[in-house]
């Protein structure tokens, strides 16, 4: 079963593995992430920062098969990179429930819309669109933190 649905540009990092791991009682972690993916060396990487009795599965977005995570009943946490992985994989029906912005890095075009969340407009929309569709969509980095409703994060500009 697929318990979250995380964007965050660093997918397999401390947050993750010592915050939502334990915290979401997971045993799987599937990173859809194209780079990660035709990288050897990142995904040897990943591999080993995973803690034992973790299982890490890692594809391209557009070989990510989440029918058999969603119901097997393996707890499962979803990690894409960025907004439009999120989106692709709605598109394919393999996205429901609720999305959790973790870590989204600045770049071009996009402004601060937390401290750990960067967005542009397209992406907003995007967002907008996914709650829409009845996503619950929020921003949260670590455990501690409460989540911030989307509604909070395009409010900002």
């Given at each position: 079963?697929?318990v979250?649905t995380?964007v965050?540009?660093?997918?397999?990092?401390?947050?993750?593995?010592e915050?939502?791991?334990?915290?979401?009682?997971?045993r799987?972690?599937?990173v859809?992430?194209?780079?990660?993916a035709?990288?050897?060396t990142?995904?040897?990487a990943?591999?080993?920062?995973?803690?034992?009795?973790?299982?890490?599965?890692?594809?391209?977005?557009?070989?990510?098969?989440?029918?058999?995570?969603?119901?097997?009943?393996?707890r499962?946490?979803v990690?894409?990179?960025?907004?439009?992985?999120?989106?692709?994989?709605?598109?394919?029906?393999?996205?429901?429930?609720?999305?959790?912005?973790?870590?989204?890095?600045?770049?071009?075009?996009?402004?601060?819309?937390?401290?750990?969340?960067?967005?542009?407009?397209?992406?907003?929309?995007?967002?907008?669109?996914?709650?829409?569709?009845?996503l619950?969509?929020?921003?949260?980095?670590?455990v501690g933190?409460?989540?911030?409703?989307?509604?909070?994060?395009?409010?900002?500009a």
């Open positions: 079963m697929i979250l995380r965050d540009s660093r997918l397999v990092h401390g947050q993750v593995l915050g939502w791991v334990p915290h979401l009682s997971v799987r972690l599937v859809a992430d194209d780079q990660v035709a990288d050897p990142a995904s040897a990943m591999a080993i920062a995973s803690p034992p009795g973790l299982e890490l599965e890692i594809c391209p977005l557009a070989k990510a098969d989440l029918t058999s995570a969603a119901a097997d009943g393996v499962t946490l990690l894409v990179r960025d907004v439009l992985a999120a989106q692709t994989l709605h598109q394919r029906g393999a996205l429901r429930g609720r999305l959790q912005l973790g870590n989204v890095h600045a770049g071009p075009g996009r402004s601060p819309r937390s401290r750990s969340v960067f967005l542009s407009e397209g992406e907003v929309q995007a967002l907008e669109a996914l709650a829409a569709s009845g619950t969509v929020d921003a949260q980095a670590a933190e409460p989540p911030i409703p989307l509604a909070r994060l395009t409010a900002h």
